[in-house]
């Protein structure tokens, strides 16, 4: 599956849950605005972690990171390529 669809069906349960099932785009904010809660950024990012292998103890966490579809991805992605980026190995 699509990374940012799951990232999306994962949000929209999050909102459903929440009786909110009022159309967001990419970069609609999620929690800053409300329709989401600290509590919800919490299971966002635990989400990350068990789907994705985000270490959030290595990169830290703001609930901003969260905040959108797109700020999440940006997590996913920068996470994915630092990842990629530590397992180079390097010969003289």
């Given amino acids: 599956m699509d990374q ?11 909102l459903a849950r929440r009786g909110d099932a009022q159309h967001f785009s990419d970069i609609t904010s999620l929690v800053v605005s409300g329709r989401l809660q600290s509590i919800d950024a919490v299971e966002i990012a635990v989400f990350l972690e068990q789907t994705f292998g985000i270490d959030f103890a290595e990169i830290g966490f703001d609930q901003e990171m969260v905040d959108s579809i797109e700020a999440i991805y940006h997590v ?12 180079v190995t390097h010969y003289p």
């Fill in 76 to 87: 996913i992605s920068t996470s994915a390529k630092s990842s990629a980026d530590a397992h």
């Fill in 4 to 14: 940012r669809l799951a990232v999306r069906q994962f949000v929209m349960q999050l």
